[in-house]
């Protein structure tokens, strides 16, 4: 079964940028959609990006358009998202996941595999 492992978080000062990567392991994540979620102290899980499988449908959530930029390497089994402007209301765990379906969604409900998740600190 597909695993997923996300690495790049860390702390950054406001204005800064930070660049998330997914990885899959033991499938090829081609044959997914992939999203970023991201959930702070006491909130809710948020849908922050997503991409279909063959790239041709891309969703942002609200607070982050503009800002942020999901990409994928098929050669390098990775789903990319990077985080420009950062502000310290980005400050959350976040969570790589993938959809056997292969489309674009920000539900989280959707999405079958999920990674442990990293942390992002925008801090000064």
């Known amino acids: 079964q597909l695993q997923l492992a996300e690495s790049g978080g860390g702390l950054v000062q406001p204005g800064g940028s930070l660049r998330l990567s997914c990885t899959g392991s033991?499938?090829?994540?081609?044959?997914?959609?992939v999203g970023w979620f991201r959930q702070a102290p006491g909130k809710e899980l948020e849908g922050v990006s997503c991409i279909s499988r063959n790239e041709d449908t891309i969703y942002y959530g609200e607070g982050v358009k503009g800002r942020f930029t999901i990409s994928r390497d098929y050669s390098k089994n990775t789903v990319y998202l990077q985080m420009n402007s950062l502000k310290p209301e980005d400050t959350a765990v976040y969570y790589c996941?993938?959809?056997?379906?292969?489309?674009?969604?920000?539900?989280?409900?959707?999405?079958?595999?999920w990674g442990q998740g990293t942390q992002v600190t925008v801090s000064s």
């Open positions: 033991r499938y090829h994540l081609d044959y997914y959609a």
């Open positions: 996941a993938a959809d056997t379906s292969g489309w674009a969604t920000l539900r989280s409900s959707e999405y079958e595999v």
